[in-house]
């Protein structure tokens, strides 16, 4: 009985020598593969900024917000999702209250503009049609 009890003691000391070596090598592959992770992530963080955007599906105009997703990617909007009280750029930034000041009466402004423009055309040109917008 005293001599199974001391096979089964080298068995289980040889069992834990054989798993340890197995942790080891699989701790050296894993770093090993570390390097190229940690390129990976930097590439993916240090991703390319956009110069702009370019036109919706609908055909709108859309422009670059100054933050990127949580992802890292660069997010477009369009001129009718500024100051419309919905957050779409990352950092909320088209949200903006001094922003949106600014930018509602310069649209304002700019609306105005546009139509005495159209009125003061159609009237030289002797037509009384003109679109508002």
Do not use: W
Not at 22 to 27: A, K, M, R, T, W
Request: contains cysteine; hydrophobic residues 25%; negative net charge.
């Amino acid at each position: 009985m005293r001599l199974c009890q001391n096979e089964i003691q080298r068995m289980n000391e040889a069992d834990v020598d054989q798993f340890d070596d197995d942790f080891e090598d699989d701790e050296r592959l894993m770093q090993a593969d570390r390097p190229s992770i940690i390129h990976t992530t930097r590439h993916f963080r240090q991703r390319k900024r956009r110069k702009g955007c370019g036109a919706s599906r609908h055909g709108h105009q859309q422009m670059l917000c100054p933050t990127r997703s949580s992802h890292h990617y660069d997010v477009c909007i369009t001129s009718e999702q500024l100051c419309d009280d919905i957050v779409d750029c990352p950092g909320g930034e088209d949200e903006n209250p001094s922003n949106c000041l600014f930018y509602k009466s310069m649209k304002d402004q700019l609306k105005h503009i546009y139509n005495t423009v159209l009125l003061l055309a159609d009237h030289a040109a002797g037509q009384n049609n003109h679109r508002e917008l």
